[in-house]
């Protein structure tokens, strides 16, 4: 960190240093990992905050990026994706909570089997705190293309659906509809 940027807010540290006091981290490690989550100043810059999940493969990764794009057009936001969170994590788990520990908003993309996020998903729907802040853009496939997603990623979308935090897109114009939805 600069002189310039903020320091960062302590309850942030302190979510941070709790969660990394239950793991069996070295002292380097705990500091690679304070240090990363450091970057995020804009979490706690802005009022809301947008942890976009999805597939990094080339077609899909695109569309996530556009929705990080439009996230961050909105006032007073900040999105990201986990990839953008640097450090060597050994642990993506750990990662993932530290990270959705902090934001006001865990957003998936998700397209055909696999999503991207599947180990996530288990995760939002397992973690109230998690699914409470959760919403899915979630691509729907015509009929002849069979059923595109499996038995988990069904249930997920089930209960966010209930919640009416499952957004459906088919086209890029849908989805830009669709995160328009997201508050």
Known sequence: ??????????EILTSASDRLAEEELTLAEN?????????????YEHERS????????PEPIRRVNLVVDRLNRRTDAYAFRMVDVRGDWENGIQKFCLIADLVSHVVGVAEREPSGFLVEQGLLVGTEEYFEKS??????????????????????????????RLHEWRTEDDLLEAIEEIP
């Open 1 to 10: 960190m600069t002189d310039s940027q903020p320091p960062v807010p302590e």
């Open 135 to 164: 919403h899915v853009l979630k691509r729907t496939y015509p009929d002849a293309d069979g059923h595109p997603y499996g038995w988990m990623e069904d249930g997920v979308f089930e209960l966010l659906e209930r919640e009416e």
């Open 50 to 57: 947008y942890f976009v999940l999805g597939n990094y493969d």
């Open 31 to 43: 500091e690679e990992l304070l240090h990363a989550l450091s970057e995020l100043t804009g979490i």
